[in-house]
């Protein structure tokens, strides 16, 4: 089960950490992701986090603003969002991968039930 937290109303050009609580003895052992869903669109990649938090990946338009990272023995994955634009109101989810390439939805198997995001003008 995951359990993601953190999102709120901010003013464009804030800052907000999400974070999302696994549950059960095995979050080291799997890839995360953080994707996110606009209003009326559909679900995107935002970041992925390889098992050990050594590797990471961005999608274009969050890379150097958005900084994906966990820590194994909380059972926890985080997501530190700065300079957010208002176009980046959505509910994020976080996730866990199975298999596939990290930036498909498809790729993951089980989802947190989302926090929203909303960021003003």
């Known amino acids: 089960q995951l359990q993601a937290s953190g999102g709120g109303l901010v003013q464009a050009g804030g800052s907000l950490r999400l974070s999302c609580a696994a549950s059960g003895r095995t979050f080291s052992s799997y890839t995360m992701g953080w994707f996110r869903q606009p209003p009326g669109k559909e679900r995107e990649f935002v970041a992925a986090i390889s098992r050990d938090g050594r590797v990471t990946n961005y999608a274009a338009t969050v890379r150097g603003r958005f900084t994906v990272s966990r820590d194994n023995a909380k059972n926890t994955v985080y997501l530190q969002m700065n300079s957010l634009k208002p176009e980046e109101t959505a509910v994020y989810y976080c996730?866990?991968?199975?298999?596939?390439?990290?930036?498909?939805?498809?790729?993951?198997?089980?989802w947190g039930q989302g926090t929203l995001v909303t960021v003003s003008s």
């Open positions: 996730a866990r991968h199975a298999s596939g390439p990290y930036y498909h939805t498809s790729a993951y198997t089980y």
